[in-house]
């Protein structure tokens, strides 16, 4: 009767958030009775509008592609940052539609949307104008050049600012062809987060079920055995995806069904497979036949240890994208921490960070109620810092893993900040999972690597397009030529395994 009730109440559990799914859960023991009513009641709030749900996450994209308020990016774009009031709630009967579905070409300069007339003026002020004649290499080669000029012309046809004159874009309308429909695409999809219509494919699946396993093969497949709802139009996917690459880009390489396969037709090397094997053997546990009574007590493992570092928009996502996470390896119990001097960047008003204690020593802000399984932690300070202190000593390669989104390692405005950081990280000998906005910036990445740490690591896996990126395109408000997608390409490495040799006697 057990099973038939937990197995009845799992598709229900699908339909609603974490925070709920937990309630659920524990009112359900009396019967199934009990855990449908409270789910349909649960439901019901949702619909009207709940305090943790997930309708209103365009907002949240509001911050993401707003670039001008951002730092820089170690890649040379300019940092988003989400903000608690990106995420609150309200009632969506309440929300205006502003643009209709096919309304959405504006030009930046003349959009109804005051936020993205903003950003127009802001390319104004910094971009400059593309064009040759502006070129420093014109002047060492004895031809006169322009003085460098910022753009102030919009192509008619993507509407944004392109060139600092019609004549100069005109000039150069052929290169400029090369992007101007990804261009066009990124005005329209951000006029659409701005629409005011209702976004159904921010509302995310729930707990996996058990006899039903997941397709990592690519997007679609991945959305579908993971029973989201259907998503019908190539916007609403570009959409869903620019949140949901952070941790599935993580679970698409440490799962036991992911879509990196052993070299020579993959990319996974030998020692790649020695590294994901190890967490895999605890992401993926046996079952132990234990339960929740007092005689089916087990021996539990510690919780797999994700550090993020230089954490930055990927720490500020809404919790139930992370949760995800959980529902593909609900087995295990993770702590992702968070590390990095944005970290907490715009988001004083959720979390004041607390201050540094004897038993807090980095100020570490935690939240140990995001999921049953999951603990998040997020610490505003260096790695390499935190590090040398022992704070996180030991780490296990079964139990540990890093991660960096886009850290620029090669990149001239933030190389230095990882000098100190990546040795460390070698020491440690668990693998590291790197990915980068585009094919230029992932290569700069290794580039650097194999300089500063040659002979001192191995290649986990081969440089190349990430399966889980995100389908969006992002813009460069510092230059409108430099469009890249978020987690584009993945690599991976760890620091070299010495054998143990034995001198033979004499």
Same mark, same amino acid.
């Given at each position: 009767?057990?099973?038939?009730?937990?197995?009845?109440?799992?598709?229900?559990?699908?339909?609603?958030?974490?925070?709920?799914?937990?309630?659920?859960?524990?009112?359900?023991?009396?019967?199934?009775?009990s855990?449908?009513?409270?789910?349909?009641?649960?439901?019901?709030r949702?619909?009207?509008?709940?305090?943790?749900?997930?309708?209103?996450?365009?907002?949240?994209?509001?911050?993401?592609?707003s670039?001008?308020?951002?730092k820089?990016?170690?890649?040379?774009q300019?940092?988003?940052?989400?903000?608690?009031?990106?995420?609150?709630?309200?009632?969506?009967?309440?929300? %205006?539609?502003?643009?209709?579905?096919?309304?959405?070409?504006?030009?930046?300069?003349?959009?109804?949307?005051?936020?993205?007339?903003?950003?127009?003026?802001?390319?104004?002020?910094?971009?400059?104008?593309?064009?040759?004649?502006?070129s420093?290499?014109?002047?060492?080669?004895?031809?006169?050049?322009?003085?460098?000029?910022?753009?102030?012309?919009?192509?008619?046809?993507?509407?944004?600012?392109?060139?600092?004159?019609?004549?100069?874009?005109?000039?150069? &309308?052929?290169?400029?062809?090369?992007?101007?429909?990804?261009?066009?695409?990124?005005?329209?999809d951000?006029?659409?987060?701005?629409?005011?219509r209702?976004?159904?494919?921010?509302?995310?699946? $729930?707990?996996?079920?058990?006899?039903?396993?997941?397709?990592?093969?690519?997007?679609d497949?991945?959305?579908?055995?993971?029973n989201?709802?259907?998503?019908?139009?190539?916007?609403s996917?570009?959409?869903?995806?620019?949140?949901?690459?952070?941790?599935?880009?993580?679970?698409?390489?440490?799962?036991?069904?992911?879509?990196?396969s052993?070299q020579?037709?993959?990319?996974?090397?030998?020692?790649?497979? %020695?590294?994901?094997?190890?967490?895999?053997?605890?992401?993926?546990?046996?079952?132990?036949? $234990?339960?929740?009574?007092?005689?089916?007590?087990?021996?539990?493992?510690p919780?797999?240890?994700?550090?993020?570092?230089?954490?930055?928009?990927?720490?500020?996502?809404?919790?139930?994208v992370?949760?995800?996470?959980?529902?593909?390896f609900?087995?295990?119990?993770?702590?992702?921490?968070?590390?990095?001097?944005?970290?907490m960047?715009?988001r004083?008003? =959720?979390?004041p960070?607390?201050?540094?204690?004897?038993?807090?020593?980095?100020?570490?802000?935690?939240?140990d109620?995001?999921?049953?399984?999951?603990?998040?932690?997020?610490?505003?300070?260096?790695?390499?810092t935190?590090?040398?202190?022992? &704070?996180?000593?030991?780490?296990?390669?079964?139990?540990?893993?890093?991660?960096?989104?886009?850290?620029?390692?090669?990149?001239?405005?933030?190389?230095?900040?990882?000098?100190?950081?990546?040795?460390?990280?070698?020491?440690?000998?668990?693998?590291?999972?790197?990915? $980068?906005?585009?094919?230029?910036?992932?290569?700069?990445d290794?580039?650097?690597?194999?300089?500063?740490?040659?002979? =001192?690591?191995?290649?986990?896996?081969?440089?190349?397009?990430?399966a889980?990126?995100?389908?969006?395109?992002?813009l460069?408000?510092?230059?409108?030529?430099d469009?890249?997608?978020?987690?584009?390409?993945?690599?991976?490495?760890? $620091?070299?395994?010495?054998?143990?040799?034995?001198?033979?006697?004499e």
């Amino acid at each position: 009767m057990v099973f038939s009730t937990e197995r009845a109440v799992r598709p229900a559990l699908s339909r609603i958030c974490a925070q709920c799914a937990t309630v659920v859960s524990r009112r359900s023991s009396p019967g199934l009775g009990s855990a449908v009513q409270t789910t349909r009641q649960l439901q019901q709030r949702r619909e009207k509008g709940s305090l943790h749900g997930l309708r209103n996450g365009p907002r949240a994209f509001q911050q993401l592609t707003s670039r001008p308020s951002g730092k820089r990016l170690s890649s040379g774009q300019a940092q988003p940052s989400f903000t608690a009031s990106s995420f609150s709630s309200s009632d969506p009967s309440k929300q %205006k539609q502003v643009l209709a579905s096919d309304d959405l070409f504006h030009s930046f300069t003349n959009s109804p949307i005051p936020e993205i007339r903003q950003r127009a003026a802001f390319i104004r002020r910094h971009a400059p104008c593309p064009h040759p004649s502006h070129s420093t290499g014109l002047a060492a080669s004895g031809t006169e050049s322009l003085p460098p000029q910022h753009v102030d012309f919009e192509c008619p046809d993507c509407g944004i600012p392109v060139y600092c004159s019609k004549e100069h874009w005109a000039d150069d &309308y052929e290169a400029h062809l090369q992007i101007c429909d990804t261009l066009r695409q990124i005005n329209e999809d951000d006029h659409d987060l701005r629409s005011g219509r209702a976004f159904p494919e921010f509302d995310y699946a $729930g707990p996996q079920i058990e006899e039903s396993l997941v397709n990592m093969t690519n997007w679609d497949t991945f959305l579908y055995t993971r029973n989201f709802n259907a998503i019908n139009s190539d916007r609403s996917m570009r959409q869903a995806t620019r949140l949901l690459t952070y941790p599935v880009t993580i679970a698409s390489v440490l799962h036991e069904l992911s879509p990196y396969s052993l070299q020579p037709k993959g990319r996974l090397t030998v020692e790649g497979l %020695k590294s994901f094997t190890a967490l895999r053997y605890t992401l993926h546990p046996p079952k132990s036949g $234990g339960n929740g009574d007092v005689k089916g007590l087990r021996p539990e493992a510690p919780p797999v240890r994700l550090f993020i570092l230089g954490a930055r928009a990927e720490s500020s996502l809404p919790r139930d994208v992370w949760v995800q996470l959980a529902h593909l390896f609900p087995d295990t119990k993770f702590h992702l921490i968070f590390i990095g001097p944005e970290s907490m960047t715009n988001r004083d008003d =959720e979390f004041p960070l607390p201050p540094r204690t004897a038993t807090n020593p980095f100020g570490a802000v935690v939240e140990d109620r995001v999921w049953p399984t999951m603990k998040i932690s997020t610490i505003v300070d260096y790695y390499h810092t935190i590090h040398k202190t022992g &704070y996180f000593y030991p780490y296990d390669p079964y139990f540990d893993c890093f991660v960096l989104f886009h850290p620029g390692l090669g990149h001239p405005a933030s190389s230095h900040e990882w000098e100190e950081t990546i040795p460390l990280l070698l020491e440690t000998k668990a693998p590291i999972l790197v990915t $980068g906005y585009t094919q230029e910036d992932m290569q700069r990445d290794i580039d650097w690597v194999n300089k500063s740490c040659a002979g =001192e690591f191995d290649m986990l896996m081969e440089p190349g397009e990430n399966a889980f990126r995100s389908l969006r395109w992002d813009l460069n408000d510092m230059d409108p030529q430099d469009i890249s997608a978020g987690n584009w390409g993945v690599w991976s490495f760890r $620091g070299k395994r010495y054998e143990a040799t034995y001198k033979g006697e004499e």
